[in-house]
């Protein structure tokens, strides 16, 4: 059962990692972080990732994939 206290709102926000357009930056293929809509639904309240800065990709990976953090949305659960 979840309380008022636990629930999460969801807002939609600009995809980080494929600054809104919907295909990798590199290629034409379909952005995996937001399936190529341009916007992911985001936890409210929320903070900036802090394994990406906010970027939505992995600093961690060379072939620049979306943040495991995330999700490629940038931002994280308030309290998270």
Sequence with gaps: M???ESAITLTEIQCAFCQGTGVY???RQTCTACSGVGVS???EPNKTCPHCLGTGVDPDSEMGF???TCHGT???E???
């Design 66 to 68: 979306n943040c495991l």
């Design 74 to 76: 940038g931002v994280i």
């Design 41 to 43: 639904p985001a936890p």
């Design 2 to 4: 979840m309380t008022a």
């Design 78 to 80: 308030e309290g998270s």
């Design 25 to 27: 930056s590199r290629s």
